[in-house]
């Protein structure tokens, strides 16, 4: 297996400059809100990457925290590059380092300060983890989607000329014409790649590691508890909402980049509530987000949501803020429904740790279930996305999702039964 892997750099840009990076990232699209896979500065489709984007990390609610009595606080504007890849996260900068060092001084020549003479230093200095990371298929490759891709739409083309046979004469038949096209070089259909032993190593301490500091720390948790709810219940009593209507050229500038395709990303960022008990609080949720994450939703959903491919959050400003983006199938209205319906539970315990969000209660209620005033704080918190690529445009994550049953029913023995299944899904 080939585990997937975020990748991330977060630079100051220089005031003065952003009209000129803004359009240095506007060279980089073929149209609104859809990258240039093969433009000259970072072609994406040369890279191992499923999504990746470009947006500056401009807050339009950064004076939000004055109703805490809070001064201001004084940000940089941030270039953040994202991207979501195959493998390891180093082996793709050096990938990066080898193609495109060249696109990417010019698309960071307008932060402060610009990479000199060592791109890579100056790289690493301001590369970033997220504190959460959701991957929809851990272990489905680039190559592999393609590939699977390319066999569903062949076999759905030769379908009709096996039609009326029994279904495992059905399969069997199918399975001669792609063994013939793979012999070909027609088809492509790569074995899976050995897991890297790291990464194995890795993941079982973390697998093992988190539940053990779990029950170390449960004594004091126990006896933290009744501490917590009250405090909790306290400051959810007197934390103020902030969700008036979005502005309307903000939300016509949002919608403009949306729905080009039948995926869609979401780029959004906020003031997390002033205090320790907050930013502990977000702190031990997204540590238990990114462990179930990585080890109970790695196959197809988060929790009971579907329409997710990557998604990630990343602290800022010594978490001071909190930046959230993903990739889904849909409509922005379609995507917020499906959680509000379905885990608004879960939405409450991660952002109502954020300044302005509707009132919760417990952590875990209230909060997106008033889905009016929900809605409006999520569009009022998002950024448009300058640059957006995604590697199968075409294809929702139920899409591929198929096109995997449908190669492992091909290299399979299947019954009739088994047989009757596998074809519905042509």
């Known amino acids: 297996m080939t585990p997937q892997s975020s990748f991330m750099i977060l630079a100051p840009v220089d005031s003065g400059r952003v009209e000129e990076l803004r359009r240095i990232l506007a060279s980089m699209n073929a149209a609104p809100g859809r990258a240039d896979a093969n433009n000259p500065l970072l072609p994406f489709g040369r890279f191992d990457i499923h999504f990746s984007r470009l947006v500056i990390l401009d807050d339009p609610t950064k004076d939000d925290i004055e109703v805490y009595g809070v001064p201001r606080r004084s940000y940089p504007l941030y270039l953040a590059m994202l991207a979501d890849v195959d493998g390891d996260a180093d082996d793709f900068l050096a990938q990066l380092m080898q193609h495109s060092s060249k696109g990417l001084r010019t698309i960071f020549s307008c932060c402060q300060p610009a990479p000199r003479d060592d791109l890579k230093a100056w790289i690493e200095q ?42 495992r004469e059905m399969h069997r038949m199918l399975r001669g014409y792609v063994d013939a096209e793979t012999a070909a070089g027609r088809l492509r259909l790569t074995p899976e790649a050995r897991t890297p032993i790291g990464w194995t190593i890795r993941n079982l301490a973390n697998l093992i590691g988190v539940p053990l500091a779990v029950l170390l720390l449960s004594p004091f948790l126990l006896l933290y508890l009744p501490f917590f709810a009250v405090i909790l219940r306290s400051k959810e009593r007197h934390d103020p909402e902030i969700c008036p ?10 919608s403009s980049l949306e729905d080009h395709y039948v995926a869609n990303q979401f780029s959004a ?21 990114d462990y179930t994450a990585r080890h109970i939703y790695n196959r197809g959903h988060l929790t009971r949501v579907s329409t997710i491919h990557f998604a990630r959050w990343v602290f800022l400003d010594r978490k001071q803020r909190l930046f959230f983006a993903s990739n889904y199938d849909g409509s922005l209205d379609s995507y917020m429904d499906d959680f509000i319906n379905k885990v608004a539970f879960g939405l409450n315990v991660v952002f109502s740790n954020g300044v302005g969000y509707p009132k919760s209660d417990w952590l875990v209620l209230g909060g997106a279930k008033n889905e009016q005033k929900f809605k409006y704080f999520i569009r009022r918190h998002e950024l448009a996305t300058e640059v957006w690529y995604t590697a199968h445009p075409g294809l929702t994550a139920a899409d591929l999702e198929r096109n995997t049953r449908i190669r492992q029913g091909l290299e399979a023995s299947l019954s009739d039964e088994e047989a009757s299944e596998w074809l519905a899904l042509l």
């Open 126 to 167: 301001y590369r970033v983890e997220p504190a959460a990371n959701y991957i929809n298929w851990r272990g489905r490759t680039v190559r592999q989607l393609r590939e699977e891709a390319a066999l569903a739409a062949y076999l759905q083309q030769k379908r009709a000329d096996v039609a009326g046979k029994p279904p």
């Open 245 to 254: 209507v979005p502005e309307s050229a903000h939300a016509a500038k949002l």
């Open 269 to 289: 960022m906020g003031t997390l509530k002033p205090g320790l008990f907050r930013r502990s609080t977000i702190t031990f949720i997204l540590w238990l987000l």
